[in-house]
């Protein structure tokens, strides 16, 4: 195995983007719905209201699971597409998209592989409701699910990462975060995990493909969750 | 499907004594040191010590995980015995006995039959490291670990039950706890959980029979997990 497989006994994954692909599987629910919007558009402008309601919530010093932020935030959304028809059942039922949400074709099996050698969990900024359900739904195989609800903060917070840390009782280089975000990577870095950076140009969908360039900060640059379990031995 | 099958969503397992046999594990393991102790003796020693730790916890207001209880009530245990011999690394090799308990034979069989129909997830005082590891030794299929650590609370603090319910944000009634203590299901079902009850007369020992008697207020009484899926029609 080799030096940095070696010392690594936590992996934990981002979610939204890096496991599972929220553009495409919001996209084709609102797409079957057929409310005559744009489905693209509108997953764009949902998940656009995510991070400012996140800041607003770690300024409020209350807590707010993501399920509520993502129902407020859909409020706003439907008006703004004007579809304020849309029935209050309809409304809950379409929240709980990001509880179906597809994962990317290599996730699964990346993961599989990964469990062989690994502890691997979640943190993600979803709720523990919300990410069960997902890897129910999507068959992803954690050891654990972790995330901002069971440290009552949410990312970019140190407690986060060194929440992982803190949980299995190892030392911050123990532990690797995976994530198709160079800026979660950073953040983690800076609390002395190391990081992979996995690589999902689509993220945003095949219109807008996303600039996956390395950068040299990481410990590793992959292309997917099965050549990060290639490049860490599995 | 019968009628408790076709409202519940998410059955919660107590763990200790309900899903792995503490009792064997740490015989086995205290037993294999070759010490000079009764290792079931040892282990009862132990484990009595788990209450009025966690009474202690509740009491202070400040949160300790079990792990350090398990390693605070060691100590006092392996003095009692006579073993201060016992080296600082062997201690800690030990205390984590915990974290290798082995399951009951019907467990990972019952368990994965649940996860086909219910939303399985543990609702222990185990600290989340210890069930995670646990987990992965033992092949325990969870959706979900859920333990005292979530919530800032051990059983049978109602935030506990109550917790599991907040979670998947469902009724308290859509919700039951599986556990093979009388006491801890009675707690859950003050706050309007369902309750099954799990038959394992060797908790304690085999020279220890448990007294298994049904009680008429819990929803189920079952032999095993395994009869648990089976009235669970899973």
Request: charged share 20%.
């Amino acid at each position: 195995m080799n030096e940095i497989a070696n010392k690594i006994k936590v992996i934990a994954f981002d979610i939204f983007g890096t496991v599972v692909d929220w553009h495409g599987s919001v996209s084709r629910e609102v797409e079957a719905m057929d409310l005559g919007v744009d489905a693209g558009a509108f997953a764009l402008a949902w998940r656009a209201g995510y991070k400012p309601a996140m800041q607003q919530v770690m300024a409020s010093g209350e807590w707010v699971i993501l399920d509520h932020l993502h129902r407020r935030i859909l409020d706003g959304v439907v008006a703004d597409f004007g579809l304020d028809s849309i029935s209050e059942a309809e409304r809950q039922h379409l929240n709980l998209v990001w509880h179906r949400l597809d994962p990317w074709p290599d996730s699964v099996a990346g993961l599989s592989r990964l469990k062989a050698g690994f502890i691997i969990c979640s943190l993600s900024n979803g709720n523990l409701g919300l990410l069960t359900e997902m890897a129910k739904n999507a068959g992803l195989p954690w050891d654990c699910i972790l995330c901002a609800e069971n440290f009552n903060k949410y990312k970019p917070h140190p407690d986060t990462y060194l929440g992982v840390v803190r949980t299995f009782a190892l030392q911050p280089g123990q532990v690797m975060l995976a994530a198709a975000h160079h800026g979660d990577l950073e953040h983690a870095r800076n609390c002395g995990l190391e990081t992979a950076y996995i690589e999902r140009p689509h993220e945003y969908g095949r219109e807008q493909p996303k600039n996956v360039a390395p950068w040299s900060a990481n410990t590793l640059h992959t292309t997917s969750i099965l050549d990060l379990a290639e490049q860490m031995g599995c």
